[in-house]
């Protein structure tokens, strides 16, 4: 697959569930409204199509949601894809808040996960319950640790969020590297309407790296894992530190993937509207070859770049959509 620039598409992120057992602030409003049941793919259905998109070129896969493993039957899914791996497929992987990584790491492992990523924005318990309304630290601490044990390896993904965590990137980087963890630090995205301030949470990394410049030696590394993070090496932990900064500067260049979301709509950008129905094409026919012709008029109209822009004036979000709906 390969899209009007020439960027070839091999990555897709599927979100299993819109929902979670979080309300992070920056996520979701507390009182969401999410699908209803009859709109949302069968884990069969879901099979199907990432299924399909292996055979059209996607080398990895990554579930997420909502919260991935919220979901009824997640392992089965889980299971059936990690059958792909080695057969065109690269990796099979995860993106989760680690609520319930206590009760699956193992599973996970024997599905074939080798590396997931984690969601903690703070190592400070009452901060946590703050940012995520209805998380408990110590639940997702043992969760991780869990995973560390099954052998899995874990990348910790934390927001930056000014007033929040902004003191605390040192002490995480630390607790990063006593137990062997790449920290990805994120920006806020403008996606859907939240109950704060947008403004109020935004922090450039670029501030955040010229901290943490005071107390680490970060060295520049053409380090890729298939995602639009850029890496530095922290010599004093052995690890590495992403940035993901969507908005301070353009990460769409070298963009090779595309997002499923759990009512089989395809988005081509995390920051456009334009998507594809791929569950209709999924219900009104059986034939493989029809899917596969919608998966590829979808890759035809995907855009060059995104459009994040905060509406200063209205503090609205540039894109009606929430991210626990494409997942990240
Ligand atoms: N529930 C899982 C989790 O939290 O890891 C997976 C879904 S969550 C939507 C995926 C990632 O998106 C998380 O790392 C989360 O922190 C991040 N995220 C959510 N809303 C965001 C926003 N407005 N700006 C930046 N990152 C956001
Ligand atoms: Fe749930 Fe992840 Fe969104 Fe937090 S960021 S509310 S854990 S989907």
Request: glycine share 10%.
């Given at each position: ?42 884990l069969e259905e879901l099979e199907r199509l990432a299924g399909t998109f292996v ?169 890729a894992t298939g995602g639009p993070a850029r890496y530095v090496d922290v010599a004093e932990t052995g690890t590495r530190l992403g940035f ?85």
């Open positions: 697959m390969i899209d009007p620039f020439g960027r070839t598409i091999t990555y897709l992120r599927v979100s299993v569930t819109d929902r979670c057992d979080f309300r992070c602030i920056y996520c979701m409003a507390e009182d969401m409204t999410f699908l209803p049941r009859a709109d949302l793919l069968s055979r059209l070129g996607v080398r990895k896969l990554r579930l997420t949601g909502g919260e991935p493993l919220v979901r009824r039957g997640v392992i089965a899914l889980i299971n059936r894809l990690g059958l792909h791996i080695g057969h065109g497929l690269d990796e099979l992987t995860l993106t989760t808040n680690g609520s319930q990584l206590g009760r699956f790491a193992d599973e996970l492992m024997a599905a074939g996960v080798r590396r997931i990523n984690v969601s903690v924005d703070t190592l400070d318990p009452d901060k946590f319950a703050a940012i995520t309304r209805w998380g408990k630290l110590s639940q997702v601490l043992g969760g991780i640790m869990a995973a560390k044990d099954a052998g899995l390896k874990v990348k910790i993904n934390a927001v930056a969020l000014k007033g929040v965590n902004e003191d605390e990137f040192d002490s995480m980087l630390e607790w990063c590297g006593i137990h062997g963890f790449d920290l990805c630090l994120i920006e806020t995205m403008p996606l859907g309407a939240i109950d704060g301030d947008r403004l109020d949470q935004y922090l450039p990394l670029s501030t955040v790296r010229g901290r943490l410049t005071r107390n680490w030696t970060l060295t520049a590394t053409d380090h993901i900064t969507p908005l301070t500067h353009n990460f769409c260049e070298g963009c090779n993937r595309v997002r499923l979301t759990c009512d089989g709509t395809l988005y081509m950008c995390l920051g456009q509207n334009d998507a594809a129905d791929l569950r209709s094409v999924l219900r009104g026919s059986d034939g493989e070859r029809v899917l596969e012709d919608a998966i590829m008029a979808a890759i035809a109209r995907k855009p060059k770049g995104h459009d994040f822009v905060i509406d200063r004036n209205h503090n609205r979000p540039a894109l009606a959509r929430h991210m626990n709906v494409t997942g990240g």
